[in-house]
């Protein structure tokens, strides 16, 4: 009897580690984003989702939802739907850049229909996601959004 139970036991981890191979091989692939092939993962760091705005005020903003898909706003128009990632290593590691307290990921982009123009549907696109550290809150540079986080992020 004993025997049997270890046997199941057994049965049950391989079956898990390998539900779990699965899934991280999933969550890792590679696009070409301006000439160069890069890796990009699903797995969203903590902290990067959450609701960036304009000087903290409004539009344009960026939504960016825990499962991946969120939306960008430029100004004065109808939000357009994303599906992002972060920039990784082939293994699916996020890319961290660090300097001091603060940190950044890169953002990685797909347009979704409704932008046009210089958002086209289909079309990639990579933002920097930059914890300020002094500032308690994230930061999207060049898009000059901004949410305020919990400290310790």
Same mark, same amino acid.
């Given at each position: ?46 902290? &990067? &989702?959450?609701? @960036?705005?304009?000087?903290?005020? #409004?539009?344009?903003?960026? &939504?960016? !939802? ?6 960008? +706003? ?16 082939? +293994? ?6 660090? #300097?001091?307290? !603060? ?8 347009? #979704?229909?409704?932008?046009?123009? !210089? ?8 933002? @920097? ?9 994230? !930061? ?14």
């Amino acid at each position: 009897m004993a025997g049997r139970n270890t046997g199941s036991i057994m049965l049950g981890a391989v079956l898990a580690l390998l539900a779990t191979a699965g899934a991280a091989a999933q969550a890792v692939d590679s696009i070409e984003l301006n000439g160069t092939r890069i890796w990009k993962t699903s797995a969203i760091p903590e902290g &990067v &989702v959450g609701e @960036y705005l304009y000087e903290r005020q #409004g539009e344009p903003k960026i &939504v960016l !939802n825990p499962d991946g898909t969120g939306t960008f +706003q430029p100004h004065m128009v109808a939000p357009i739907p994303i599906r992002y990632w972060i920039l990784s290593d082939q +293994q699916g590691e996020p890319l961290r850049e660090t #300097g001091g307290a !603060n940190y950044r990921y890169t953002v990685v982009l797909q347009y #979704g229909p409704g932008g046009g123009g !210089n958002y086209p549907e289909g079309g990639f696109d990579s933002w @920097y996601w930059t914890w300020l550290a002094d500032d308690g809150c994230a !930061n999207i540079p060049g898009r000059t959004f901004q949410v305020r986080l919990s400290s310790g992020q």
